[in-house]
């Protein structure tokens, strides 16, 4: 029995990654210093994998951006409109690989980001690649290799791994109409043979390939490109162990075509989908050969393993196929959990009851390795001690009075249909919205964020510190608003809002004030990039004791004669980005933060905010991975949005809004959300959204994005009001908004204030051209 390890967080335990990256790009130190921090990083995550009993140890989990990024960079598969970048000596490699994450002006070149994506149900984003009907695979980086020898010098043999090659062909996208990415298969194969080549050329002994599309639905012919992919990687390299990674979900249909797969391992995500196990045991279709490696210590949430539920499981499969053919791991890679849970000392934010149920990534590779001994019964005495405490904090747990508070519950029993309705339809809102808010037609509005600078978050740190007093930290914070407040005015824009400069993160902020919820102090996860969020833990029921937001919001309206708009997350987002109890479902959970939020927006329109927002940028990344179970999570999640919604009059104008995602398959459960305008994410993908509203009449306004905020390329007001005559040609001038297509939080001041001047020029050029856009 061997304990094995798909990925680490690669972002350093006290964030040196991100910090690195940012002066990098800021121009405050130079690319050695950059690639100097990543080496030390890896070799700490190597060396840490090792101590705590990792036999098998991931290379090439690293990323200075993202790992899909750079397997599109190592198979030459680059967009062509980064060809300035390649043959323009003055622009390095990593010059182009930025440029392809971030976008490029710079030097009298201007290019576009490629666009970034939800990575399947997380909060992780991935730089989608972009194919053409042509489109070609050279090898032209050595990275994987050059990762595994940088192991070896320290004395690790570990495996490789990459994003398997039909995964890799469908998280990408068609640039080019009439053909299929999955047709590539076969110009991709050759590609990936010479990189498995290399790594056998170099002795490598395991490679893993992480195929989570297995996860989905996949068509018959996607079924076959993975045999036929796998059936072809091992004749050819017969020596070689290859294990095919999935994760996040079941097999369901996909698992003939799994168990068919001649490969040395199968691994399994048993904490998704626990019956895996048995389902594969009951179809009498594993290969002889085939060794399974079991993700029983979840690697999507920060509980403590259930050592007893996870040594039946291990016992079920050893009685099986015996302990040799048997890996232990996590159920997937680790990126996506916090990294150390020693370093959370803070009892307030984290009592030490709630922490002796807590595991973070590193003690994570603990419990696989305990977990391993325990089933091997290596060093009885010591790890049967292990196991009982184990079980201790879990029987403890279940019955802490932490946990339980009977009037959320009795609430909760006592909702109502008309709990979820506003009084009345659409159609008599926005009559009664647009005599109470006399918006001009294109009505411009921001997301929310406006730059976190430096600053703030120093204003922050020191308050926290204590080296500012409270009504220091305020002072400082509503001077910030009102200069906001001004900018906006200034500019022309239509809607304000109050900036969030007193917010940490949309969640945590929530997550800090709500009953039910801890925190973290260093509990940080990689969102995209350089980016990272704290997600709160929900561990209890959730209440709120007083209003979150409101004061704020009302400070903000107080300085202006136009409407501010009150800013909230949502319901199904607070869930999704935060790390959820599982002592009951999560629709519940959901419904419980519902009450809350809608207590709050009636606390915001009593106020005097005729218009609030409440964000639900995760709607579409909590949908489950296969379609049979997207109707379940459709009705709760919506339901739990509409009842935050539904406690205010006709009058008070309610928003949405979404980032990040697909939302076409979704597009008439969005609109069943009932928001009176969503202001959407569409810029990246060139209004791709739009091409749904050809069929499906959406009945609400609705503010496509103009432009990308998470890239610091300023757009062009010819390029936003093309997109929006491209939305007038499926949308009635009407119902159209014009907005940026996220928060403006990650950006700097310099281009905020261009990018923000142009677009409303932008939205009075559409106004001009109104009648003909009608
Ligand atoms: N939870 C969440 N998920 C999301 C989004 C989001 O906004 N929130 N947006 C989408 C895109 N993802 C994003 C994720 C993170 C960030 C982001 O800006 N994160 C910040 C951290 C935000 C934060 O928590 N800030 C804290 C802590 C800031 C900090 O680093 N403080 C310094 C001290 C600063 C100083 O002394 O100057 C430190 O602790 O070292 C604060 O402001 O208080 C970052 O990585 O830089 C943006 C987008 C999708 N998912
Ligand atoms: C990821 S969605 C962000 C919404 C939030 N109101 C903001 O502007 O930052
Ligand atoms: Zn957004």
Known sequence: MKTTNLGYPRIGSKRELKKTLEQYWSGKINVESLLDTAKSIRKENWLLQKEQGIDLIPSNDFSLYDQVLDLSVTLGCIP?????????????????????????????????????????????????????????????????VNEYKEALELGIKTKPVLIGPVSFLLLGKEKEEDFHRIDLLERLLPAYEEILQQLSDIDAEHVQLDEPYLALNLTEKEQRAVHQTYAYFTTKFPNLKITVANYFDCFGDNIETALSLPVHTLHLDLVRCSSQLDDIIESGKLNSYTH???????????????????????????????????????????????IDLNLETNKENLSSELKQWLAFAKQKLGEVATLKKLANKENLSENLEKLKKNSEAHANRATSALIHNQQVKQRLGALSAKDDQRESTFPTRQKLQKEALDLPLFPT?????????????????????GNLSIDEYNALLEKETKETIEFQERTGLDVLVHGEFERNDMVEYFGEQLNGFAFTSFGWVQSYGSRCVKPPIIFGDVSRDTPMTVKWSAF????????????????????QWSFVRNDQPRSETCTQIALAIRDEVVNLEAAGLQVIQIDEPAIREGLPLRKEEWDTYLNWAIRA???????????????????????NDIISNIADMDADVITIECSRSQMELLDVFATFKYPNEIGPGVYDIHSPRVPERAEMVALMEKAAKQIPVEQLWINPDCGLKTRHWPETREALIEMVAAARECREKSSVLA
């Open 80 to 144: 062509e409109r980064y060809s300035a970048l390649t043959n323009n000596p003055a622009f390095s490699s990593h010059d182009l690989y930025f440029a392809m994450a971030r976008g490029i002006q710079k030097e009298g070149v201007d290019i576009t980001a490629m666009e970034m994506t939800k990575w399947f149900d997380t909060n992780y984003h991935y730089i989608v690649p972009e194919f053409t009907k042509n489109q070609t695979f050279n090898v032209s980086s050595d990275k994987i």
């Open 445 to 465: 509005t921001t997301i929310g964020s406006f730059p976190q600078t430096k600053d703030v978050r120093s204003w922050r740190a020191n308050f926290k510190k």
């Open 292 to 338: 399974l490696s079991l993700g029983v210590v979840d690697g999507r949430n920060i509980w403590k393993n259930d050592y007893e539920k996870s040594l039946k499981l291990i016992q079920k499969a050893i009685d099986f196929i015996g302990a040799e053919r048997i890996l232990i791991a996590p159920s997937c890679s680790l990126l996506h959990s916090p």
């Open 641 to 663: 949005f509409r009842i935050s919604a539904s406690g205010v009059k006709d009058e008070t104008q309610i928003h949405t809004h979404m980032c990040y995602s697909e939302f």
């Open 556 to 575: 903000a309206q107080s300085l202006t004669e136009k409407p501010v708009k009150g800013m909230l997350t949502g319901p199904v987002t607070i869930l």
